[in-house]
DNA sequence: TCAAAAGTGTTCGCTATACACCCATGG
DNA sequence: CCATGGGTGTATAGCGAACACTTTTGA
């Protein structure tokens, strides 16, 4: 190896041995709005794709991790502090921004709608559902898809859909969620049944009137239980 | 954005008006030895972590993507030219190592161990088995722990197992590499019962001897037919 | 009293698991 | 003829899909 970063003279400049990409962190933050996934889209004031829209993102620092790259994204763009992310792509093609070679490592979120403000940008953001996404920045159409596919993938692995839901619940928006996540429909005594019986949602003594007919239990995630449950093999599936 | 690459004069040298992270591309790449799996490690011949083994890798080229990258990297080491290869992590740890930034996209690769012939490479290579695998340099301990872990997930979702194994193989020798990948054991009959009835194996007319006692059949992974069954619904479980 | 949504229980069929049994071969 | 590994069939338990039924409430 070789190219150690250095200051030359003229200018502030980082001058190396060999040629470096660009990198930075985009995040596609995922929320729930009772019914539909959606995601966070902000428009461009800038050349290039000036006026289209895309994910949130920005240049990596040079003393913080990806990771921390992100969340730093994630709060500028939602005021959140600790919401759930997890990367799932490196974008690489050598074409994918007509500036030149920028690299991106690309994190999801999973945010609770309700609890996200207007960020500090400036720039415009909006909720879209997933069926009204227009044609989009960059690369990011793929990344949309490419996102939705390993969100997809994780959650039969991990409950994370409860990373999208306020922590009190019922067992229909659970569904819902779930159904909006995988496309999916479940029929609706069969979810609740399976889902009342399996220990990991803690049956609160509250009742919401979601609909104007009967009023509904509210449930939390015990996520201590499904821990444990885990430990001993035990998988979450759908 | 902003820092295109330029080069300014004094001997060749790259610089931009932030600075930029070194982007390697790393291959973990597993092969199966008929009872365990095993890893390809190197061995560094220059500080730093001299003496020390590590997964190949190499500087990313500006005109490839990361995927051609691994895919180079591969054949140096193996001469393979068209293995099953995945990207699983993007590692970016500022501290991860001791020259300076360095980020590192990791792939993992799935070869048949038999058809790897010595790399173009000097540097010595040789096949780890996993619970063999002495400490190795910079994070690469952590990712192999991360690759094994995105290999156990994706084949949850995949038939990726058949990439390790020769195209002609026995039902046995494909229950060892499953109970290797995901270290359970498995009923050999009922195993055998649930391969032969799913219409994924194309069973030959021809019969290896690998134990000293009773041949045994040979069996092809039919893609086509596992494809047909996919658009179906039907997904490969273990 | 009717429609809509929440909550409960039952039936049926499939499949994963456990395991008995037979076949082929070498010592 | 016995030990070992390959190949085949069967019984059982458990779970998921389908669905009948009850309760609560507003109109």
């Given at each position: ?13 980082y ?29 461009r ?21 990806a ?61 879209f ?32 859909g409860f ?7 019922t ?36 009742t ?31």
């Open positions: 190896m070789n190219g150690m970063e250095e200051k030359s003279g003229e200018g502030k400049r001058c190396y041995d060999y040629p470096r990409p660009s990198v930075t962190t985009d995040c596609v933050i995922f929320g729930f709005d009772g019914t539909r996934l959606r995601v966070l889209l902000v428009e004031g800038i050349e290039p794709f000036k006026g289209r829209w895309a994910f949130p993102g920005g240049f990596l620092q040079m003393e913080e991790s990771e921390e790259g992100a969340l730093r994204e994630l709060q500028e763009e939602t005021g959140l502090r600790d919401a759930y992310i997890r990367q799932f792509h490196a974008f690489s093609d050598p074409g994918r921004d007509p500036r030149g070679r920028v690299l991106t490592i690309a994190y999801y979120a999973l945010v609770k709608m309700q609890e996200v403000k207007g960020g500090d940008d400036a720039a415009k953001a909006e909720w559902a997933l069926d009204e996404v227009p044609s989009l920045a960059f690369d990011h159409d793929l990344m949309l898809r490419t996102a939705l596919k390993e969100l997809r993938r994780q959650i039969h692995f991990e409950p994370i990373e999208l839901l306020n922590d009190k619940f067992i229909k928006e659970l569904q819902l969620l779930y159904e909006a996540i995988l496309d999916v429909r479940f029929d609706r005594r069969n979810f609740y049944n399976k889902l009342r019986h399996l220990e990991i949602l803690t049956p609160l003594d509250e919401v009137r979601n609909s104007p007919k009967r009023e509904a239990f509210l449930f939390s995630f015990n996520k201590s239980k499904y821990d444990e449950l885990k430990q001993k093999g035990f998988r979450l599936e759908f």
